[in-house]
């Protein structure tokens, strides 16, 4: 019997705390762990939250301070990339608190993406598929994978972006997109198992396949991208700034990117056929009594900012 690979999740959080919970129930569910969360200059309690979750082993958590000028992603990356949990996983993934991860192939599992693009490569590129509002203007503590299941159906040139499944021991550096640094000839895949070019892997600032649209598919699996939830949870983004860039002036609701990223055309629920396991997981990460209690003061927090920054905007 073939035994299931390790994956590492790897995220850098800052005030991601409202739908944490949901996050690591499902991705706890598709078979990632470890899942290892680096937070910096949280306000909204959820690096409490985690320090919780990693009392209780469902998590590891690093909370850091950046140096001035310093990228905070990048910052973490660097932790996680020197933690022996994520260097001895079989394959790792950095992932954003709004991506989820979405398997199409066999169980819906991360291993049955990596036996369906082929588990002798040493990278898997995920491309975005970006899920829309659905015609929400406001978040009210829902939950997002139930809710928000409007999207695009098929890869779009103007959306182009991908995160990489990879193997950390072929790899000198972690990367938001995909790693960098190469340990000799390494292989990379689509989802469909076609090969990809690697020469961005060397390439420091490279952050796409630059594969051609024909390699782009989501055949067997994509990267759920929930950039934006609801309309007024998109504008507190425009006062929290980048993990990864400098704050820029982009979190317009109704603007270029809120269009572009708002994608509604056509229902895909694929995802859901994990949900009752993940609704079961929440419920059970819940029951510890000072974790709901951190849980419901995180979403508490975000209400108050979604209504502290409609309020800026009014003025």
Known sequence: MTETPTTALVSCMRNEGANLIEWIAYNQVIGFGPIVVL?????????????????????????????????????????????????????????????????????????????????????????????????????????????????HGAPARRLIGHKTLFRPDRFEHFHPHMPKGPRGDVSARNTAGVDLPTRGFAIPDRVRYQCGMERCTFENGWLAHHALKAADVYRTKKYRGFGGQPLENRFEVGGEVYRAFDRNEVENTDILRMWPETRARIDALLQDAETRRLHEHCQSWFQMEIARVAMLERV
Not at 88 to 113: C, K, N
Not at 115 to 122: C, E, M, V
Request: glycine content about 10%.
């Open 39 to 151: 937070t910096n200059d949280c306000t909204d309690g959820s690096d409490e939250l985690l320090a919780r979750l990693d009392t209780l082993g469902e998590v590891i958590h690093v909370n850091h301070t950046p140096a001035k000028g310093e990228k905070p992603q990048f910052a973490g990356l660097r932790i996680a990339e020197g933690l022996d949990a994520v260097r001895s996983s079989d394959w790792v993934l950095v992932q954003d608190a709004d991506e989820y991860l979405t398997v199409t192939a066999g169980a819906g599992m991360v291993a049955d993406l990596i036996t369906a693009a082929g588990a002798d490569a040493d990278a898997i590129a995920l491309f975005w598929r970006f899920f829309g509002t659905a015609g929400h203007d406001t978040w009210q503590g829902e939950h997002i994978l139930p809710t928000r299941t409007r999207t």
